[in-house]
């Protein structure tokens, strides 16, 4: 090869040997600047009692993470809230998007009118999604109560997101409503990919839609399956918006979650080292769960 | 599976499957299509007949949601925000991701799985040092006090998507740039980037559009109420008029006209944003 140009792709001159450091370095620098040290210095501020604003600062090591684990019960409150919603969302949100999928695929007539109205929620900011159920769940005017009446149900209707025992699942609802076209859309690119004749095979001998559905369609899926379980948990760790518009945490703690708890101690009361500390108990708890998840599938990919 | 011709039969017979998607479609859609037409009511008639369609559609309710938040400044700021930090996604991902699928170099394995971890990690634990970061850069409340966070977000993902497009290019016309001696950026500028619009116009919307709806950041790090995006504006003005129907309906209207209109027209692009990395993953 003659390749006397010092910058092409075979030659061995420092130039190109120092290139590829040249083309990554952009996104290290990015990723180290906003990234990698906010992470590292989150655990330096989470070992001081500070304020955000006085140059007085105080080194109390783990004090604040004692504090979490032993003094604080509304961390608790919000790290129970965070898993209850997030396994309801891994749940339910793949089960939705899996049923949807599996129905959007069987016909022909609509299917992209189908598929595009159920994606509609999914582009929509979830502040809007958030402001929208905030007046379904209107215990007087919203639709859903309206809807309970409509059909005599009126001894259900209550105030769904003051209502002790219904906000947190108010919350999640809405949310599988904005993202279950998600999910649908990731197991539709999957489902196109079984070929047909494993279906025909298994009518040949006698199996029904159903069985055709636990036996074929399911276990194929398992890399949709796993994507979506993995980015519905990711997503769910990290609620804030929802609690934020629709409930601020209320009623009492019941909708408190960890993200909308480190947002309060450290904005609002200015609890900043405690915050910190908050902060990354819930980025390891993050990391840790998507690592179970990502275990767990290989486990079953053979 | 489509069948050039409505084949009615077969139309037929799948017709309780069609009830069960309409009954969800309804579902899906009502809630939205129910507070746009509730925007065109007045707040007497929104009281009055709540469910009906507007007898005399009126944009006035739209005139004063747009004056009272703002919005037209709101959406000048989420454009920019968004655009920019696209296009710096875009210029990080597409250099980074070259490198790594194309290149050769000692830790090539071990910066790109550090860098996918980066898709896990939660800002949300970390707005407390990122606000203390750009208060120390001088960045915050500004526009690249948002921007930088959002690419940063966004590149370990675009990076994997991109990577996986990148490597799928045939060998052979990496052999054939090689024999015409073909530099590094030539090879990437013409013919790889060319080949990979479709990941990257899936990347660029799929990026765009979270960041576009994105709340935490721009609330920790945005101040001034002229540099707000729109959800940002929303969620502060809406809470302030939240008894007022006819005004938070017509701002929420107006906000997300946008991006659904956009959507429904570029439907395809939007998803398959998601499924080229989905499929491969």
């Known amino acids: ?302 | 599976m489509y069948y050039k011709r409505f084949n009615f039969r077969r139309n037929v017979r799948q017709i309780p499957i069609h009830v069960i998607l309409i009954l969800a479609a309804l579902v899906f859609i009502y809630p939205t299509f129910w507070v746009i037409m509730a925007s065109f009511k007045t707040g007497q008639e929104l009281y009055q007949a709540p469910w009906a369609l507007p007898k005399q559609p009126t944009i006035g309710n739209f005139i004063q949601a747009w004056q009272m938040a703002h919005l037209g400044r709101a959406f000048i700021n989420s454009g920019i925000v968004s655009l920019s930090a696209v296009v710096l996604i875009l210029l990080v991902s597409i250099f980074a991701a070259y490198a790594i699928s194309h290149m050769d170099f000692r830790g090539k394995k071990t910066i790109y799985f550090i860098i996918l971890l980066g898709i896990m990690a939660p800002i949300e634990a970390l707005i407390i040092p990122i606000f203390i970061t750009l208060k120390k850069f001088n960045l915050l409340n500004s526009y690249l006090g948002v921007i930088f966070p959002y690419a940063t977000v966004g590149v370990p993902f675009s990076l994997f998507i991109l990577v996986n497009f990148f490597k799928d290019i045939p060998s052979e016309i990496k052999d054939a740039a090689l024999i015409d001696g073909t530099s590094h950026i030539q090879f990437l500028w013409k013919i790889v980037i060319p080949l990979s619009v479709p990941a990257i116009v899936g990347v660029s919307i799929f990026q765009g559009s979270l960041i576009w709806n994105e709340l935490i950041v721009s609330l920790t790090v945005l101040q001034d109420e002229n540099l707000f995006t729109i959800p940002l504006t929303l969620a502060t003005f809406l809470r302030r008029f939240v008894r007022e129907w006819s005004l938070t309906f017509s701002t929420l209207s107006l906000s997300m006209i946008p991006i659904v209109v956009l959507y429904i027209i570029f439907n395809r692009h939007f998803e398959r944003g998601l499924t080229v990395g989905a499929v491969k993953g």
């Open chain 1, 1 to 302: 090869m003659n390749s006397m140009n010092n910058n092409s792709i075979n030659s061995k001159s420092f130039v190109s040997r120092i290139t590829p450091y040249l083309y990554i370095s952009p996104a290290l620098l990015l990723l180290i600047c906003f990234l990698a040290y906010p992470v590292l210095y989150n655990i330096h501020v989470s070992l001081f009692d500070w304020n955000g604003v006085s140059p007085k600062k105080l080194f109390v090591g783990l004090q604040n993470y004692k504090n979490i684990f032993f003094n604080d019960k509304p961390f608790y409150n919000a790290i129970g809230n965070t898993f209850v919603f997030t396994a309801g969302a891994a749940v339910f949100q793949t089960a939705v998007g899996l049923l949807l999928a599996v129905l959007v695929s069987r016909i022909v007539l609509f299917r992209i009118v189908y598929r595009t109205i159920f994606f509609i929620p999914v582009v929509m900011s979830i502040v809007a999604v958030s402001f929208i159920w905030t007046w379904m769940y209107n215990p007087v005017f919203g639709l859903i109560n309206g809807i309970f009446r409509l059909v005599g149900l009126e001894c259900i209707t209550t105030a769904w997101l003051g209502n002790y025992n219904t906000a947190l699942g108010a919350i999640l609802v809405a949310a599988i409503w904005k993202w279950a076209g998600f999910t649908m859309v990731v197991y539709l690119a999957g489902i196109q990919n079984i070929p047909t004749e494993l279906y025909e095979a298994a009518a040949i001998e006698g199996a029904g839609r159903f069985k055709q559905f636990l036996f074929i369609t399911f276990p194929l899926l398992l890399p949709q399956t796993f994507i979506n379980v993995l980015l519905t948990t990711i997503g769910s760790l990290k609620v804030f918006d929802w609690v934020f518009i629709m409930t601020a945490g209320g009623p009492g703690r019941q909708t408190e979650v960890l993200p909308y708890l480190i947002y309060y101690n450290g904005f609002r009361f200015h609890r900043i080292g405690y915050s910190a500390a908050q902060g990354t108990l819930l980025f390891m708890v993050v990391i840790f769960l998507s690592f179970i998840i990502i275990r767990a599938f290989k486990g079953f990919k053979v």
